[in-house]
């Protein structure tokens, strides 16, 4: 999930903990714990993502995929990471107010940032990219492909409440900014639909309207609704889409063993979902991109978002679509091919370990072009596309132990 979406969501459970502590003592807590609560809940929300000062952005391709979402992204590392801020605020309380917090105080604190930085690894689930946070007891990665990585309607249902509840002039003006930004891009990207911008912007101005007239323990309760309402409805589309295309696809070819959909919803929209099939068939690794409408009798597939052209060595699918379900593109390989380079060579398992929809391409008699169909694999731009050696016995340095994605096709790796 975006980093705006990350703290939104602390500043949120921030909220609701003043609101809480205000059900059960009575009484606000005091300005200075509003203040820590605030600053140190968006913090540790965003937290796990301090993994990117040592993966980089941009840089090694590679490094950054085996290690971004990697050992900061488990239940383990966010408790430590939670204690870690709470440390912090603990140290900053003392130097700015000349006393420690309350007992009250530094337990209603400390729960605060455990489940905020427990919620990065959350809502970093609900999309595809997915994530392992059950190491070193599990390596696998678990995918939710519920929401997509920015997701517009979970600010329109957060933001206003929270500008409601601010004292802060400024904090009001830079989240009413990001509310406004949010609603704007959604009306001049070309995978968010007029309807769905139409949608939006008039939820963005409902939401303003009941934070007006909300009492604060009610707003609190609004939104988290309205957060919870929003995952459960793309939850919902995804689901029905998973299964929609998992039938299509068995149709087209029955004697295919379908191992993975990969789902994310287009932002702002349920009803349209972005699909890849990937499948085994006899000898063969084939996967297939579509688009899939949860919804066909209000919205046919094929006006969905735009045509899925995900990297340069892709076909047209052959597949026959219907209203439900949109077949974009297709590519497919021998099996043998993934599981012999995975084999002999090192970096390639590597990346491997998190590729979850391969495609490959031979670089002359001695590399390939490795990348993942989920972020545009195949086109050599992409941040999943490496080059590797087809015979390479030396390992990158500190491979992570992550279960390869499609471990399945690799025999035995």
């Known amino acids: 999930m975006d980093n705006v979406t990350h703290s939104l969501g602390g500043l949120l459970l921030a909220e ?34 301090a993994d990117l000062f040592y993966t980089g952005v941009g840089g090694d391709r590679l490094r950054y995929m085996l290690h971004h979402r990697g050992y900061s992204h488990t239940v383990l590392a966010a408790i430590a990471g939670a204690m870690l801020v709470y440390g912090v605020a603990l140290l900053v309380w003392r130097w700015r107010a000349r006393e420690a917090p309350t007992g009250l105080d530094s337990r209603w604190l400390l729960a605060l940032l455990v489940v905020s930085t427990l919620s990065h690894l959350v809502l970093d689930w609900t999309n595809s990219y997915g994530v392992h946070p059950f190491w070193p007891f599990d390596d696998r990665w678990y995918y939710g492909d519920s929401v997509f990585i920015v997701e517009p309607w979970l600010w329109v249902v957060s933001v206003p409440m929270l500008v409601a509840a601010s004292r802060a002039r400024l904090v009001r003006v830079l989240l009413s900014l990001v509310l406004l930004a949010g609603v704007a891009l ?15 912007t008039i939820g963005a101005a409902l939401f303003v309207a009941l934070a007006v007239v909300l009492r604060p323990a009610t707003r609190a309760i609004a939104a988290v609704a309205g957060w919870l309402a929003v995952t459960a409805v793309m939850a919902a589309g995804s689901a029905t889409a998973r299964q929609t295309a998992l039938s299509a696809a068995r149709e087209s ?51 969905c978002g735009v045509r899925s052209t ?104």
Not at 29 to 34: G, H, I, N, Q, Y
């Open 16 to 49: 609701c903990a003043v609101r809480l502590r205000v059900r059960r003592d009575g009484a606000e807590p005091s300005k200075r714990f509003r203040a820590v609560a605030a600053v140190s809940s968006m913090i540790a929300a965003n937290l796990p993502d």
């Open 310 to 413: 995900v990297g340069t060595i892709f076909h047209p699918s052959p597949r026959p679509s219907t209203r439900a379900v949109q077949w974009d593109s297709e590519w497919s390989a021998p099996i043998a091919e993934l599981a012999t380079l995975a084999r002999e060579s090192c970096p390639a398992l590597a990346a491997l370990r998190f590729i979850r929809v391969p495609v490959w391409q031979s670089e002359g008699a001695a590399a390939v072009l490795l990348g993942d169909a989920r972020y545009g694999g195949g086109s050599g731009t992409s941040f999943s596309d490496v080059r590797v050696a087809r015979q390479a016995p030396v390992c990158p340095r500190a491979m992570p132990p992550w279960t390869p994605p499609r471990a399945e096709l690799l025999d035995g790796w």
């Open 186 to 200: 959604a009306w001049r990207v070309d995978f968010v639909s007029p309807m769905a911008a139409t949608a939006l």
């Open 253 to 303: 070819d029955p004697g295919a063993q379908v191992v993975d959909i990969v789902a994310s919803p287009l932002p702002a929209n349920a009803v349209c979902i972005a699909v890849i099939a990937v499948e085994r068939s006899g000898s063969s690794y084939r996967m297939s991109t579509a688009r899939v409408s949860a919804v066909p009798s209000i919205t046919a597939a094929a006006r």
